[in-house]
């Protein structure tokens, strides 16, 4: 399991409830494939008769009761205050733990399939298994809690208690997300409000032109008297320094201060807006991809809870309820055909599940595609290693093949004596005895390799002289 998925307990649950829809999926379908490709029953053997059974009755309770714990699981962090939003890796080792103990008890309680369920039956000639009841189990007690104690209480356990739970933790989950839905509504940005708050601000700058207000240089207050006392300080000044250009020179020192810590005001709030800006859009983008996905989980949980009862209710009632409807003398086919077809109904839940949820949850989506994508990539990096593979053992095969000949050339006659060569099986040297009585060092450079298409290759060729031994 990816370890993105192991970050939620949701989707921990989630992936094994995938992984029981799977399986029982291919249980149901091995059985029908087998009867129709291979002409094989399960119905004919009698350890597949009862390993069957026993498969189909553990993996449907187990899936079953795993969409419970997915429905607890996701109304518990609905309902939280303070959701947490990683879960460790002791917390996936204990639903783990529950998920082991879940499908043991489930194998406790299912085991008699497997040790009772099916008999042989002897025709004098050879013995016929038979997958069911005969007539001589009438009487015995393991008969009697199939057909009378077990039914009703499948239905009260394995369906009518999941169904309530499941139903229960849908209305909590929807009245959290409804709740969540509207505070998000409330202090969402609208157009409306943004129109307030600028007029407001127009109306607090106006106002503050009426308003006194204390001066951050002077204790000089800057209302209508603003005028006359500047008057009466610069009146003051020209007094004290009789020129005017001290004077000058104090407004142009009082402006080039107010210019850089202007300056510097504004390049702070430049950045404490766009620090908040970053912020606010960090928080709002997880709040919204949380929502999202809430909302995904949602609607995934309530249509799961909508098949599970249509798809799972005709097939309960119908086993609970079958000795009430039939008579004694009914047509036992016609009974088998419509229990076959509330079953295949039943299992239309479990093989749906899986295209439901690629088409609500975007995380599924997700990790199936890359999952996808890292099979295709691994298959195509196995191919591209086996070509330059095939392409060396070619290459070795060629240079085994090789029949070499030596070309000696005489000075006398300048005529040509061609001698073939055994050759080693790598093809990098060539050793063989040749009788040279007659050659000279000169013949001896004047030696050439060819090869079977008459192209040269340079090989080193050892040449012995055998007439002195």
Not at 211 to 228: D, G, L, V, Y
Not at 307 to 319: G, I, K, M, T, V
Request: hydrophobic fraction near 35%.
């Amino acid at each position: 399991m990816q370890r993105s998925l192991r970050c939620h307990s949701t989707f921990a649950y989630l992936a094994f409830l995938s992984l029981s829809n799977g399986l029982l999926s291919l249980v149901h379908f091995s059985k029908w494939m087998f009867n129709y490709y291979f002409n094989v029953s399960f119905e004919s053997f009698l350890l597949t008769c009862r390993l069957n059974r026993f498969l189909s009755d553990f993996l449907t309770h187990f899936s079953l009761f795993t969409l419970v714990c997915v429905n607890i699981d996701r109304a518990r962090t609905v309902t939280k205050n303070h959701p947490n939003r990683k879960y460790s890796k002791s917390k996936f080792q204990l639903i783990l733990m529950k998920e082991i103990l879940v499908a043991s008890i489930l194998c406790a309680f299912h085991f008699h399939w497997i040790i009772k369920y099916g008999s042989e039956v002897s025709n004098g000639e050879k013995k016929v298994v038979l997958c069911d009841f005969h007539d001589s189990q009438t009487t015995t007690i393991y008969y009697y809690f199939l057909t009378t104690i077990y039914p009703p209480f499948e239905l009260v356990v394995f369906f009518c208690l999941p169904l309530l739970i499941n139903i229960f933790c849908t209305i909590l989950i929807i009245r959290s997300l409804s709740m969540r839905m509207r505070t998000a509504e409330k202090f969402r940005p609208s157009k409306t409000n943004l129109q307030d708050k600028i007029i407001r601000r127009k109306s607090s700058r106006i106002l503050s032109y009426f308003i006194p207000t204390t001066a951050s240089k002077t204790n000089i207050h800057s209302c209508f008297c603003f005028q006359i006392q500047c008057r009466r300080h610069t009146n003051l000044r020209l007094k004290i320094g009789r020129t005017t250009r001290s004077l000058n020179k104090y407004h142009e020192e009082n402006k080039t201060i107010d210019r850089q810590q202007s300056i510097t005001s504004l390049s702070q709030d430049n950045q404490v807006q766009s620090t908040l800006k970053n912020t606010t859009g960090i928080l709002n983008k997880t709040h919204r991809t949380r929502r999202t996905r809430d909302i995904h989980l949602s609607a995934m949980l309530i249509s799961l809870n909508i098949l599970y009862l249509l798809l799972n209710l005709p097939f309960n009632l119908h086993q609970t309820f079958v000795k009430h409807l039939y008579n004694t003398n009914a047509d036992r086919c016609n009974i088998m055909f419509i229990s076959l077809l509330f079953d295949a109904l039943q299992q239309t839940f479990f093989t749906t599940n899986f295209f439901l949820y690629v088409l609500t949850n975007r995380r599924f989506r997700e990790e199936f595609y890359n999952t996808i994508i890292e099979i295709l990539t691994r298959c195509k990096q196995n191919s591209s290693r086996e070509k330059p593979n095939n392409y060396r053992h070619r290459k070795q095969m060629r240079s085994s093949s090789f029949n070499l000949s030596v070309t000696m050339r005489t000075n006398s006659n300048n005529d040509n004596q061609i001698i073939w060569i055994p050759v080693s099986q790598n093809g990098d040297s060539a050793i063989s005895d040749c009788d040279l009585t007659s050659t000279s060092p000169t013949q001896q450079q004047t030696i050439a390799l060819i090869n079977e298409n008459n192209k040269s290759n340079q090989k080193l060729v050892m040449f012995k002289d055998i007439s002195n031994d």
